[in-house]
């Protein structure tokens, strides 16, 4: 197709939301207040059936994983936890995306609005960018969907394999709709530091030798004071809308985040097994946890995301106080200063209330992996001893039994 840089914030989200719609994330008709009251029973019947197929599915395929053989008695029970989050997911996000759905909305338009008002002040923004990341995000999860369908084909049942297929594409679309979201609002914040460094320099002469590099256009105090005043409030409805953003999705994205953080210690605790008993279940050990790589991989692309926001929100007041040590103008200098305390009171964080998005949560969630890969390990050795123990024998010969 060809792209039109015209376009705006609402083609860029256009790849997922058609997605979405299919899979129930998204309503058919949006959320405007002014739709008919024929096109809202149609989203209500379409919510329904959406969440009739999700129970349906979700009701056979845990019938046909519970019968798969585990290998031990704390992968079997601990397989079963990540077997009751998987299945839970697709209903936390369907519903947390429809009891939101108007303030996402809201969050398109405030977004819009961000950028008319950075046009105004001579800054074109371009999506051309953001619909490819899009567009990425669809065909991998539809690639990735034919490629499990694929390898699990002659394995397991026509049925099951559509119903696995519609859990993945739930999943990495639930993720892929709130990066995008997110990636949108880091792409205006840096394009407010960009507008910023346009009308204050922030590359002082340092001994008589000028800058080397500027991108400062000239202009007049009065100009700088206007600009500056625009750039608080612009500041300021974009930190509304990353709280927005944390409201409508924390609760469907840390669903998210703890799925992972489940399949990743119930896959690392099977790739364990794999490599030590070498048995029969070794191929589908190492399946699981390439499996649990690509789950991962929408997850550190969402936490990306997060932390450089939260790193071009304190980037911004470092070019605030360039700016300070350039200007000569005491009003500029006052307006930068009190812009300088508007940073420190309020910077973007993407949060979902209990911890924030950025790298030090992957580090967590890497200890904490390790922490219980190790108990897990710790129960799967001793574990049939003590079953041995109840029974009154003394054999260690069931073991993986």
């Known amino acids: 197709m060809c792209w039109n840089n015209s376009r705006d914030v609402y083609a860029v989200i256009a790849p997922c939301a058609v997605m979405a719609k299919c899979l129930g994330l998204v309503p058919l008709y949006g959320s405007d207040k002014n739709i008919t009251r024929w096109q809202r029973l149609a989203n209500l019947l379409h919510l329904i059936v959406m969440l009739a197929i999700i129970i349906w599915m979700a ?6 994983d519970l019968k798969l053989p585990s290998g031990s008695v704390v992968m079997s029970q601990s397989g079963a936890i990540s077997i009751f989050m998987y299945y839970l997911q697709p209903i936390c996000g369907t519903v947390g995306n429809r009891i939101h759905n108007e303030a996402i909305g809201h969050i398109f338009q405030r977004i819009q609005a961000a ?16 619909w490819k ?23 397991f049942e026509i049925q099951y394999l559509f119903g696995t297929m519609f859990f993945l594409l739930h999943y990495v679309l639930m993720c892929s709709y709130a990066t995008i979201l997110a990636l949108q609002l880091l792409r205006r914040f840096q394009s407010l530091a960009k507008l ?21 256009t000239v202009c007049s105090e009065k100009e700088q004071l206007t600009v500056i005043k625009q750039i608080k409030i612009l500041h300021d409805k974009l930190n509304d809308v990353v709280e927005l953003v944390n409201y409508c999705f924390s609760v469907q994205i840390t669903f998210c985040v703890g799925l992972c953080f489940v399949i990743g210690v119930v896959c690392s605790f099977g790739l364990f ?6 048995n029969e279940l070794f191929y589908m050990g190492v399946l699981n946890f390439i499996w649990y790589m ?14 450089k926001i939260t790193r071009e929100g304190k980037r911004i007041g470092v070019l605030v106080h360039k700016a300070i040590n350039c200007s000569t103008s005491s009003a500029v200098i006052n307006e930068l200063n009190i812009f300088s305390q508007q940073l420190l009171h309020r ?14 949560l992957l580090y967590t969630m890497i200890g904490a992996t390790a922490t219980y890969l190790i108990i897990l390990i710790q129960f799967d050795v001793s574990f049939p001893n003590l079953v041995n123990v109840n029974n009154g024998t003394t054999s260690t010969g069931s073991a993986g039994t």
């Open 59 to 64: 009701y056979f395929c845990i019938q046909t």
């Open 347 to 360: 910077s973007p964080v993407i949060t979902c209330g209990l911890f924030v998005y950025d790298w030090t």
């Open 196 to 216: 910023f460094r346009m009308y204050f320099p922030t590359n002082p002469t340092c001994s008589g030798f000028p800058s080397v590099h500027t991108e400062t």
């Open 133 to 155: 990341i899009a567009i990425g995000l669809v065909i991998s999860s539809i690639i990735s969907s034919l490629i499990l369908f694929v390898s699990l084909e002659g394995i």
């Open 115 to 130: 950028d008319d008002k950075l046009n105004s002040l001579g800054l074109q923004n371009t999506y051309f960018d953001q």
């Open 294 to 307: 690509y789950y991962l991989f929408f997850v550190l692309f969402f936490i990306a995301v997060g932390s």
């Open 273 to 278: 097994r794999a490599f030590i008993y070498r």
